[in-house]
């Protein structure tokens, strides 16, 4: 069956280090794979999206790669803070039809 | 800019009574799309209009759900009746582009509603 798989335990670092979540699925082929955040009562924010055609994207602290043969995408947070305390959320996208479909996401809590 | 803008952002209603949810896009955004998060499960798609019509509306869990949006600006969610596993997290996201291949596909959410059905 189709699955999306996030670490459902959370992931506790300390500041300044580097945050690296995981997002492994099976059975479905994405032509684009997301990285969203979501802070407690709002709305999932954007981060970054990755094509199938790309192995590696950066955009400030921040840091995805896509490995489409072992079906995972590796988020990096560099030089962590406690600001980056939230729930990251991995997205797939383009496998039929135009809907995303999310994981269930992983709680990052950085320690100052 | 103003965001995407979701009201209520609480409802709480009997069983057998009828909600309706409603979302105001990004203005200049055909795409709309609208998602729910049942408790402790992971966020699923609903459906997706361009414009004023629905393009995908394969994740709508049955015919006592009806959205729409008159016109390609805000869009309604209707419950009718509600029953007691509909209560969750109703998001709605806008985006201006469709395909993934274009910088402009990036996905703005609104702050959802918490519908309670008791």
């Known amino acids: 069956s189709q699955k999306i798989e996030q670490n459902s335990e959370a992931l506790n670092i300390q500041e300044g280090k580097t945050a690296t979540l995981t997002c492994n699925y099976t059975n479905y082929s994405p032509a684009y794979l997301q990285w969203y955040r979501q802070d407690p009562g709002r709305g999932p924010v954007f981060l970054l999206l990755?094509?199938?055609?790309?192995k590696e994207k950066r955009k400030e602290r921040l840091k995805v790669t896509f490995d489409t043969t072992l079906k995972q995408s590796l988020f990096h947070i560099t030089a962590s803070q406690p600001a980056d305390s939230a729930t990251y959320l991995c997205a797939l996208g383009g496998t039929g039809g135009f809907k995303t479909i999310f994981g269930a996401g992983t709680r990052l809590f950085v320690k100052a | 800019e103003a965001g995407v803008t979701q009201f209520p952002s609480h409802s709480v209603i009997e069983k057998g009574q009828t909600v309706t949810l409603r979302c105001d896009p990004i203005s200049g955004h055909d795409n709309l799309y609208w998602y729910r998060r049942v408790m402790g499960k992971e966020i699923k798609f609903l459906l997706h209009?361009?414009?004023?019509?629905?393009?995908?509306e394969s994740g709508m869990p049955n015919n006592r759900f009806l959205a729409e949006r008159t016109g390609g600006t805000y869009s309604t969610l209707k419950v009718q009746p509600a029953e007691l596993e509909d209560s969750g997290v109703y998001f709605c996201a806008s985006s201006q582009r469709t395909l993934a291949f274009s910088d402009r596909t990036e996905a703005f959410f609104g702050q959802g509603t918490r519908l309670t059905v008791v």
């Open positions: 990755i094509r199938e055609n790309e």
């Open positions: 209009f361009v414009k004023e019509s629905k393009q995908d």
